[in-house]
């Protein structure tokens, strides 16, 4: 009996580690097969159209992985993450044409410039915790994306956004031909971004984020400094958000203020919890799905049958944004824990590890510094 | 004689005769995902003062706001032989049961006088005569902020609004935490009065208030209620009280710190 | 000087609408620790049925603009109930997840109004005298910024004596307070939840309303827009407190306008500014509690 479980737990152990691998390796090979996923992808896998769509797809997951590290493992709800990312895309186009620099060292100076910014950010919106946190994010995202949209020194393009300076640019990044090479650009920055966020959440600072999220005053007592940590994750995230921001620009050819705009965060928060609060695997599955969804939709609401249906049908099938938001309020009022929880949860109570209802229980503790509010514990 | 675990219908050494007013079994409860009180029994005589006795951090707080359904908890709690494990507080407190928290917990903002109105409960005699009798001050502070009154005038607030209505059984948290020696005993003949209408739960560290007032006692270990007897012969208990407590009982001090760990109610 | 007078007018009427968003959120959050994503649709909804009605009856009417007031108000009134006896009600005591449902919520509220009115402005009108100014110290004042003023005025009025004169506003102080208590005392605190609520939408409702005139449109993104610098307001001026959300309100619709005359169009920037400045010195606002 023992013998089988162990052999079993040793296969699961393999499945583990090379499932992701061959999923690399599948997603590396795409653009080189014909596949058709009718329903799902716009058009076979070689189609540029498609590997665009897969590409947008891995940099947004590499992004919901960077909103993990914050709301998953800090216990920081943010309503600005928005802002960094716009930060790397805005900042690559505007050091590249301003100071004429080549594309790789001009994203180290934003790499650089994004560590000073985001560090002196964080530490000032880390003055507060909680709900207060979240207003503060998003009061600084929203400075930002005026500032963009205002457009001072003409270097954002405003409402319009800005064209990448593909002057800059190595010509294999640049045009419809050469979507293949973004493509595995994209594949290559969302592993980047999977291995860096495990490595911050099994680093000493993530283990204290996790401790300080369940009790911040035991963490305070054993004389740690709950802040630092959790500006270390800030910053950590932040940096990710402003590769992929540069990664965005790339594949897109150019970056619209929507990307720092306060609505793009929601959608990474809805990436999240959709996935599963608390997973790295929840995250990825939470935004492919979310982008994919999204893509489906848009292709719904111009369909023609929808357009002859009575206005109380057509009118919320034509609204993508609408039909997420619903789906939204339905997995956080339904299904704790997300597509992550749901499936720990329907793979068996017989496993142990883990626990279903793990995500729900991360939202719980977020809220310990409320319940202060209960009758004597609170202020002296 | 000692470490009597209650079970089923047996009585409580030391309890007189009659049903308990306040019956919990198993009770268990946690904070923020920590367990805090791990398995306690115990009995409210239905006349009289039973104290929650026990060391700094055993979970005598937290036993009473598992009661009330202040903090998540499981086992039975049953006033009168009806389970109120599964109601919010405002009906189990509706049902009867007053409640005087530890930091008196006064609403600093409001009056004295809109304490007191927003104490009063449906269905209930409001014993205004009761209470400005007891405590003629807050009368003629009606007016006052509340957070603007001293430690002991909060306590008389905090002590009025559970005595203001009909209770079944009232659950008393350290009423004399903090207070000088004066007002101990002011709050002491205010809680045998008080006794006199109610039974009384009290969580009480000042054993010489115990003394005064307690016939019954019952005593807590790690989240564990170990003890349950009658008060008196508790605390003639040198050896006993010196080990559960961590105090020579006839000293009349305050138990020193157990150390056993945070349980919530030490929080501050 | 008449500069400074009509900057004056003009920061205080748009301060008489950030109140009339921001105090139902303080509230809210002051005895639910709910921050209310969905209070920009209470606006919108509001916004957009007062005009809907004003233009049936008469955009140009008196009697037109006072129905749309009182559609604005009774729309936010009811949607906020809903909103907290549906969504909000059902998680109690799970903050985080409240957050996220009025966040769905909002998103979901915005797409369906660009489904039903369209995403670009619609522009309005409303009585004659409502469009002209007064001249007030060599000033041209726009008249609706006066309306903005007394209606916000009769709003926090109308909250002070609620809060203080009767039972539910007496529970809710207290609950803002120390919510437990509450409980503790025997009194279900769900209605007060469902109560600020309503009170809140019925303030965003208006706030909608006289928004649209301030502003001279309306849309669907105005609610989130309002929204944004509601939330600074109420970190501003101290989560919870209704008159730090009046004060806070003034303060940044004042400096909003001033930074944006003297000091080359950045009065969003500025208010930022403002906010880092508060957090730094004093991160739980200006008449904040807990300090």
Redesign the interface.
Known sequence: MSTSTDASAGRRAWVGRLLPLGLVVLLACLPLLDLNLPGVLPGPTYTPGTLHLLALAMVMAALALSYHLLLGVAGLLSFGHALYFGFGAYLLGIVMTELELALVPSVVVVLLAGAVFSTLLGAISLRVTGIPFAMVTLAFAQAGSVLVRRDPGRVTGGEEGMRLPTEHVPDALVGVADTRNLYWLALAALVLAFGLTTWVQRSRAGHVAEAVRENELRVRVLGMRPFLVKLAIFVAASVIAIGMGMVHLLLNSGAVPHIVSAEFTISLLLMVVIGGVGSRWGAVGGAVLYVLLNQRLTVLAQAEWVHDLPAVLRIPLSEPMFILGTLFVLVVMFLPGGLAGTVTRLRGRRRSGGGPEEGAARLEEMDDDEQDQTVGAARP | MTSTQPRGDVAVDGAPAGDPVLRVRGLSAH????QVVEHVDLDVAPVGVTALLGRNGVGK?STI?AV?G??GRSGTVELDGADLVHL????I??RGVG?V???R?V????TVT?NL???E?RGSRHRYDLVYDLFPELQERGAQAAGTLSGGQQQMVSLA?ALL?DNQVLLV?EPTKGLAPRLVQEVSRVLARAAQVAPILLVEQNLQVVRDLAQHAVVLTDGRSVHHGPAADFLADDALTQRLLGVHAEGGGEPTDGGSG?T??E?? | MSTVVLLLFTGVGLGAIYFLVASGLSLIYGLMHVLNFAHGVFLSLGAFLGFEVASRLGASTWTGFAASLLVGALAGAVFAALTERVLVQRLYERHIEQVLVTVGLGLGAVALFDGIWGTDPRFISGPAWMSRTTHILGANVPNDRFVAILVATLVLVGMVLFLQRTRYGMIIRAGVENRAMVTALGIDVRTAFTLVFTIGGIAAGLGGVLASHYFGYVSPLLGQTLLIFAFIVTVIGGLGSLTGAAVASLLVALLQQFANYYLWGTGDLAVVVLLAVVLLTRPSGLMGRRA
């Open positions: 904070v923020a995902g920590q707080t706001k009330l202040l903090i919010p507080t405002h009906q407190v509706q409640y928290p530890e930091d917990e609403f600093s903002g409001l809109d109105r927003l104490a409960r609004r209505n948290d945070h919530g109610e929080r501050a």
